[in-house]
């Protein structure tokens, strides 16, 4: 397409109220996922990407364009200014640079990115075991407790989609377990939610890709250019893989578990 400069955005609608934004590689290798959610009071964006910096990754002109053209097809959405929740899937920098932008937007409330902060705005009374809802207008969102990778981690579930939205916990790329025991609690959580979940789940969407499209055959961290890239969704049934993956760990710190589509990394 004419016209697209290389550090703009990778901006795929998903379904009409639903955004999935790429960081592009070319502003930061990490090229986060970020995820802009609609709904008839308010929208919800998970996560910022890994640069503050407006001229390197343009966040807060992509998040005011986004948001424009949606309330220019809804103009039933009466609230003004519209507001915009930003959380995290995890606290980890390359998912929340792009906080410093946001903060000053008018209507935009950013979540802190301490467990207590978000146990505390979503509502968590047993955390992390308990699933909470959190309401965009006639859009339920189900957020799971899901430390692990990081304390503060959450898997957000769209149920207009049947997105689960797993960041860097379950991905085609390194899935870095910081905390076994948590960790494995965690999967055990989302097969539990999978198996009884208040909709459908049709598939994971995380916040990496390392993985080629080759079987178990990644792309070293910092690789700019990645042609062969597998693809960004999993299928449900990747949780059963990474369950019985983390069986497989005998606990050394730096172990690795090679799968088709991801690889366990027993960080600590
Ligand atoms: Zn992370």
Redo the contacts with the bound molecule.
């Keep these: 397409m004419s016209g697209q400069r290389v550090n703009d955005p990778v901006v795929d609608w998903l379904d009409a109220d639903t955004v999935q934004i790429r960081q592009p590689k070319a502003s930061h290798w990490e090229a986060p996922f970020l995820y802009l959610l609609f709904g008839r009071e308010r929208a919800l964006l998970i996560d910022t990407g890994a640069t503050s910096d407006e001229a390197v990754f343009p966040l807060r002109a992509t998040i005011d364009s986004l948001i424009a053209d949606w309330l220019r097809r809804r103009p039933a959405v009466f609230v003004r200014p519209y507001p915009l929740v930003v959380a995290h899937s ?1 606290a ?1 920098g390359d ?1 929340i640079a792009g906080d410093a932008l946001l903060r000053r937007r008018p209507g935009t409330r950013v979540v802190g990115t301490s467990p207590a902060e978000v146990i505390g705005y979503f509502g968590f009374r047993s955390w992390p075991d308990e699933t909470v809802t959190f309401d965009l207008g006639r859009r339920l969102i189900d957020v799971i407790g899901g430390p692990g ?2 304390p503060s981690a959450v898997v957000f579930f769209d149920r207009q989609t049947g997105i689960l939205f797993t960041g ?1 916990t379950v991905l085609p790329a390194h899935l870095y377990v910081r905390d076994l025991p948590q960790f494995r609690a965690t999967i055990e959580r989302l097969i539990r939610f999978r198996d009884d979940p208040p909709a459908p789940v049709r598939e994971l969407r995380g916040a990496h890709i390392e993985m080629s499209s080759a079987p178990g055959v990644h792309y070293p961290p910092g690789t700019v250019d990645q042609p062969d890239e597998a693809p960004l969704p999993l299928r449900p049934g990747i949780l059963d893989r990474v369950l019985s993956a983390l069986d497989d760990l005998r606990g050394e710190p730096g172990e690795r578990v090679v799968r088709r589509r991801f690889i366990v990394v027993l960080d600590r």
């Design positions: 995890h980890h998912h990778h990081e860097d």
